[in-house]
């Protein structure tokens, strides 16, 4: 069978690529054609354009990338055609995967959304389009089955969350091989997760770095994004005290004590690998000023959203400075605090489910194209 796939984000690229080692596993015949980046590419497939070229984050850097972003979508439209596949497997990516199935189902291509749009947290009018336009659709977050099901009445799929298997099936890592390799001293590591995105990097980073020398006990090292080359994040490398490792970001994470995040995907990560961690989060102005008329979540995080509480602390656009990221940090290096937050994190992982969450969808989208 036939299988094209469109992930934009390096989050996507993750999760993409193990579910096409599962479809590999179900179809030994698949012939798969996606949008992606270097983990999708190495499962095997052919990728048609990189995911770092269609990062766009905000309101404000859509706008001002709108020509290119239209551009992409008449490209897509034109592979897909000349690609003839049986089925379209979106990840994530809303603003331009829903484009494309709304596109798709004219042309009576089977639609699979796998980690849907997070409608929850804004643009709830979606749900008409999701119900027009997707076959099937897989979902991550417990609380998403009832949203979906009991509210909006649209029959979906619950298959865990991907992390935990991407997480558990890592190959693991030597602590002491690493630090050798990485020329890292004995001092405890501080992780500084800034993002994937050029413009939450520029945002973030710098606030992150002034803890170094407020923390001499600890080593900083800075998690370099798949997406990003070494040359964008040298401008902010004045410090020789702090240490940068690109695109090992899980091995990183292993081997830390505490972390410095940016919200997303990495905060459920952090949490999975049970380092304690501070949520910062510093955006685009007018972006910021308008999310937060039409975003009414209590909170940012993946963590506090899944618990319904705030497990981890959260320090958003004014609260993100250098000032109040140095008491929050200084918190999570405290024992005590530090015990119950890890007790916290299994609570949240027993929630989010077992493992298989790929292998369960690509079962899923075989059988039902078969």
């Not at 935990?164 to 690493?178: W, Y």
């Amino acid at each position: 069978m036939k299988y094209y796939i469109i992930a934009g984000e390096a989050s996507g690229d993750l999760h993409g690529s193990n579910l096409m080692k599962a479809i590999h596993k179900e179809d030994t015949q698949a012939d798969i054609r996606f949008w992606g980046g270097d983990l999708m590419q190495a499962a095997g497939g052919k990728l048609v354009k990189h995911y770092k070229a269609l990062a766009f984050m905000g309101f404000a850097e859509v706008l001002f990338n709108l020509k290119t972003i239209l551009n992409n979508i008449s490209f897509c439209k034109k592979d897909i055609l000349e690609f003839q596949p049986d089925v379209l497997i979106f990840i994530d990516y809303p603003g331009f995967n829903m484009r494309i199935a709304k596109w798709a189902k004219t042309q009576n291509i089977p639609t699979h959304y796998y980690i849907s749009p997070q409608i929850w947290a804004w643009k709830e009018n979606r749900i008409k389009d999701i119900k027009r336009d997707f076959d099937q659709l897989y979902v991550i977050l417990p609380f998403e089955k009832d949203f979906y099901e009991k509210k909006h009445h649209f029959p979906v799929e619950f298959v865990g969350h991907p992390l935990i298997d991407a997480i558990h099936n890592r190959k693991k890592v030597d602590e002491l091989t690493f630090r050798k390799e990485h020329q890292l001293d004995e001092r405890p590591i501080i992780a500084l997760l800034p993002g994937s995105r050029k413009q939450e990097i520029s945002k973030l980073l710098h606030e992150m770095l002034a803890m170094v020398d407020d923390f001499p006990d600890y080593q900083f090292v800075i998690a370099g994004a798949p997406g990003q080359d070494f040359d964008f994040y040298q401008q902010f490398l004045t410090n020789k005290a702090v240490h940068f490792i690109s695109n090992k970001t899980y091995d990183l994470l292993s081997v830390a004590h505490a972390a410095l995040v940016t919200s997303g995907t990495a905060t459920l990560e952090t949490a999975l690998f049970k380092v304690p961690e501070v949520v910062c989060y510093k955006g685009n102005w007018i972006s910021y000023q308008i999310a937060k008329r039409i975003i009414t979540l209590k909170y940012i995080s993946l963590v506090n959203l899944i618990m319904d509480e705030e497990v981890v602390t959260e320090l958003i656009q004014g609260d993100c400075n250098s000032k109040k990221i140095k008491i929050e940090l200084s918190k999570i290096l405290e024992t005590d605090y530090r015990k119950k937050l890890i007790e916290k994190y299994d609570q949240l992982e027993e929630k989010l489910g077992g493992e298989g969450a790929s292998s369960k969808v690509a079962k899923l989208i075989v059988r039902q194209i078969s």
